[in-house]
């Protein structure tokens, strides 16, 4: 299995898309199975001539000549997913940063995620121009075609309160605001933030501030190989606190978690393969 990070060249792409990345797989190759984590990133897959069962926090993806193309959305999982390749791959897949798919669908977030593994076709040429783009067998050709076709579907969305809530989430000193301060400092009750949450992000401000906090723990960890003090350094009010939290989104002690966790395309992707 291969797997290549490319990252959006186009100016107006970068502020809404954290990346693409190019995964393949021969028929000749063993079934490739891991284990992926919640992120805050919503996600968009194309892939041709697959087709993918979904069970319980199990997606398993398997080689279909009948089925010409499969576009799956991803955008409200909270707990470890255990995924299994099987066959002849060729895949496609948009990270959308925080917000950044918004502006390419017609509709709310919300319509469009209902279910685990949600087909996803937001617009009529959708399907037949992603079939196309995974065609061409050059990937540098693939991911321009892919921009541009995102760059057609872009349009204005703007959510002020969305924004400044996520600008201060996103900020490593307030890790562990809690959504009260975060409530007073926007001038808006809680309430509403949640329902914001729910049609743009699908997630609660509880669900992504802990994923912010454990993407950060991975990261500080991996960056300083120092587990002594990882719970204090990034605002977990204790050990059991920060185990909790790991075990939730892992399946895993951070211990295991990190003897484990296998780092792809320069530290981009953090799999854990089984």
Same mark, same amino acid.
């Given at each position: 299995?291969?797997?290549?990070?490319?990252?959006?060249?186009?100016?107006?792409?970068?502020?809404?898309?954290?990346?693409?990345?190019?995964?393949?797989?021969?028929?000749?190759?063993?079934?490739?199975?891991?284990?992926?984590?919640?992120?805050?990133?919503?996600?968009?897959?194309?892939?041709?001539?697959?087709?993918?069962?979904?069970?319980?926090?199990?997606?398993?993806?398997?080689?279909?000549?009948?089925?010409?193309?499969?576009?799956?959305?991803?955008?409200?999982?909270?707990?470890?997913?255990?995924?299994?390749?099987?066959?002849?791959?060729?895949?496609?897949?948009?990270?959308?940063?925080?917000?950044?798919?918004?502006?390419?669908?017609?509709?709310?977030?919300?319509?469009?995620?209902?279910?685990?593994?949600?087909?996803?076709?937001?617009?009529?040429?959708?399907?037949?121009?992603?079939?196309?783009?995974?065609?061409?067998?050059?990937?540098?050709?693939?991911?321009?075609?892919?921009?541009?076709?995102?760059?057609?579907?872009?349009?204005?969305?703007?959510?002020?309160?969305?924004?400044?809530?996520?600008?201060?989430?996103?900020?490593?000193?307030?890790?562990?605001?809690?959504?009260?301060?975060?409530?007073?400092?926007?001038?808006?009750?809680?309430?509403?933030?949640?329902?914001? $949450?729910? +049609?743009?992000?699908?997630? &609660? /401000?509880?669900? #992504?501030?802990?994923? =912010?906090?454990?993407?950060?723990?991975? @990261?500080?960890?991996?960056?300083?190989?120092?587990?002594?003090?990882?719970?204090?350094?990034?605002?977990?009010?204790?050990?059991?606190?920060?185990?909790?939290? $790991?075990? +939730?989104?892992?399946?895993? &002690? /951070?211990?295991? #978690?990190?003897?484990? =966790?296998?780092?792809?395309?320069?530290? @981009?992707?953090?799999?854990?393969?089984?």
């Amino acid at each position: 299995m291969t797997i290549k990070i490319f990252k959006p060249t186009n100016p107006l792409l970068k502020k809404h898309i954290e990346c693409f990345y190019i995964l393949e797989r021969t028929s000749e190759e063993n079934p490739a199975t891991y284990f992926t984590f919640p992120s805050i990133y919503t996600i968009a897959t194309i892939s041709e001539q697959t087709k993918t069962l979904v069970t319980e926090n199990k997606i398993i993806t398997t080689h279909c000549p009948s089925n010409p193309i499969e576009t799956n959305l991803v955008c409200n999982f909270n707990e470890p997913v255990l995924v299994k390749y099987e066959g002849k791959i060729n895949e496609i897949t948009t990270y959308f940063k925080p917000l950044g798919i918004n502006p390419f669908i017609r509709n709310d977030l919300k319509n469009y995620s209902e279910g685990t593994f949600p087909d996803f076709n937001p617009y009529d040429d959708y399907k037949a121009t992603m079939a196309s783009i995974l065609s061409i067998k050059n990937p540098d050709e693939k991911i321009e075609k892919l921009e541009c076709y995102w760059i057609s579907k872009l349009k204005p969305f703007e959510d002020v309160l969305l924004e400044n809530v996520l600008a201060e989430m996103m900020d490593a000193s307030n890790l562990n605001q809690s959504m009260t301060k975060l409530s007073l400092k926007t001038g808006r009750s809680r309430t509403t933030i949640n329902k914001h $949450f729910d +049609k743009h992000i699908c997630k &609660t /401000p509880s669900q #992504f501030k802990k994923i =912010i906090r454990f993407r950060a723990a991975i @990261q500080s960890h991996l960056e300083n190989k120092n587990e002594m003090g990882l719970s204090y350094n990034l605002d977990y009010f204790d050990q059991s606190h920060m185990i909790r939290d $790991f075990r +939730k989104l892992t399946g895993f &002690t /951070p211990k295991a #978690f990190f003897s484990k =966790i296998a780092e792809l395309e320069e530290n @981009q992707i953090k799999w854990v393969f089984v």
